[in-house]
């Protein structure tokens, strides 16, 4: 039976457990640090959890020649569709065995509450599981009419790539990598796994589950270490047929660039400042907690967050109104407490971040609803800000903060034209947002936004349904057919036969 939720002997033990993972995982052994370490920080109170390895090029050497091998070897190459289904059940059979402990590993190691780490982070890692489990038996390709001369039969395959390097970050570790992994290892692919140094610990503890789960030794390998050294050398191996990453946009132009030399298939999920439309005839008991929870949930730590909020201004002051009392409301602090709604920020760096956009939101003549500061005390807490009176050429509403700051702005009756024109004044496209009871609007709407998934009167996410955004918010998509498909080649078979 699982530890029940809040149990302080569930943490204890958690803590215990993160001192112990202090390894590489490479051809299915345990790989000690062969030189420095990086010490894995709680962001809620600053205490050291444990220590891993800061590999580099010689260990990504390694995990990628035994990938290699792994990808070739009969015992992965050759194994029939349904037995790939099956280790993948079997694998989220077992993160469901211990979902309170990875979501308390989650806690720990990111911050977030142990609630959203069970719903948020666990949760979604069984449904993504589960969900690619099912891809190895419908990966098929298609029968396509011949009209050259003669007797020709042909057809393609979805072929997998080999060897792909996935980059982890450190907002929803552990959703995130069952997500990839999941999805590589049903089209076919071995796996080398690059966690964030910041959040390294529930990417190890899946990587023992994986070997419990019966998947032959090197098809899964991770490589802890800092992204300018272990994941640099990953984006540049020859070895390396693909690479999927998830992070800044930053980051993501840098592997791309890495990448070029062995023109490696990349897949990029990258940043976002996804405008948030809320209409005079939305439901406003379900649209305030929303809107306030598309921000400041994960405390804002979201590529998707619904970061720019324009509100009719015929709802404007009783909107208003309402998501300032939730956010009021709303408890910052250490996530291992059940009362707590908002965990901290992952790092002093990430707070200091956001704080730096709170002054200049201030300097530039916006004026705070909300927030504004962060508590008294250890931890990297931010409180959950707002502001208004926001302007389209506002750091605040152009760059993407990756913290619980929201920038409101109003507007009127607009036509739709106009409307998305200023939702889609952004150097990015991943999301948006849209409250209305009125679906002949919303479509109307969704059609003219540029962004790679518009969500109407909530904010879920359907692993059936491909994410990915438009412009700089990234290339490719994952989840859905087209996230495993990510991972295979296309190829073409022509048959002739005379009669």
Not at 87 to 102: F, I, K
Not at 289 to 318: T, Y
Request: charged share 20%; hydrophobic share 45%; with cysteine.
């Amino acid at each position: 039976m699982a530890s029940s939720p809040f149990d302080p002997a569930l943490f204890d033990s958690a803590r215990a457990q993160a001192a112990r993972l202090s390894a590489h995982f490479i051809d299915g052994q345990w790989l000690e640090a062969q030189g420095g370490t990086i010490p894995v920080v709680n962001p809620a109170d600053e205490s050291i959890l444990g220590h891993i390895p800061a590999g580099g090029a010689a260990e990504v050497d390694r995990a990628v020649a035994a990938a290699r091998r792994a990808f070739e070897n009969p015992a992965w190459a050759a194994m029939p569709p349904a037995q790939r289904e099956r280790l993948l059940l079997r694998l989220a059979d077992l993160v469901e065995t211990h979902q309170d402990e990875l979501a308390a590993l989650e806690t720990l190691d990111n911050g977030m509450p142990f609630m959203a780490s069970r719903a948020m982070a666990v949760g979604s890692a069984i449904s993504a599981i589960r969900y690619n489990a099912g891809w190895p038996r419908h990966l098929t390709g298609d029968h396509v009419p011949i009209s050259v001369p003669g007797n020709w039969h042909g057809y393609t395959t979805h072929d997998p790539l080999g060897v792909a390097a996935l980059i982890v970050p450190w907002n929803a570790p552990f959703a995130i990598t069952c997500s990839k992994l999941s999805a590589a290892l049903a089209a076919g692919c071995t796996v080398v796994l690059k966690p964030a140094e910041l959040t390294p610990l529930t990417a190890l503890r899946l990587a023992q589950l994986v070997q419990e789960a019966g998947f032959p030794d090197g098809c899964v390998n991770v490589v802890t270490g800092l992204g300018a050294d272990a994941g640099a050398a990953l984006a540049a191996h020859p070895g390396v047929d693909k690479i999927s990453f998830t992070g800044s946009t930053a980051t993501g132009q840098h592997i791309l660039r890495q990448s070029a030399d062995t023109l490696k298939r990349v897949s990029l999920e990258l940043g976002g400042k996804s405008a948030v439309i809320v209409f005079p005839d939305a439901d406003l008991e379900r649209a305030i907690p929303g809107v306030a929870m598309g921000i400041f949930g994960n405390s804002g730590q979201v590529c998707a967050a619904g970061s720019r909020l324009f509100l009719h201004e015929a709802i404007f002051d009783r909107f208003m109104e309402g998501l300032v009392a939730f956010t009021q409301r709303l408890k910052v602090g250490d996530g291992s407490d059940p009362s707590v709604q908002l965990g901290p920020l992952i790092s002093a760096g990430q707070k200091a971040r956001v704080m730096g956009y709170i002054e200049a939101g201030r300097a530039e003549g916006a004026s705070l609803a909300v927030g504004g500061d962060a508590p008294s005390g250890p931890g990297f807490f931010v409180n959950p800000t707002i502001f208004i009176g926001a302007r389209p050429d506002m750091k605040i509403v152009r760059e993407e903060i990756f913290g619980p700051v929201l920038s409101v702005m109003r507007f009127s009756d607009d036509s739709f034209d106009d409307l998305a024109r200023k939702a889609n004044d952004s150097i990015y496209g991943l999301s948006a947002y849209l409250w209305t009871r009125d679906l002949a609007r919303a479509s109307a709407m969704a059609k003219r936004l540029r962004s790679g998934s518009v969500k109407i009167n909530g904010s879920g996410m359907d692993f059936a349904l491909p994410f990915g955004g438009y412009r700089r918010s990234g290339t490719g998509r994952e989840n859905g057919r087209e996230g495993v498909e990510a991972f295979t080649e296309t190829k073409a078979v022509m048959i002739g036969w005379t009669e």
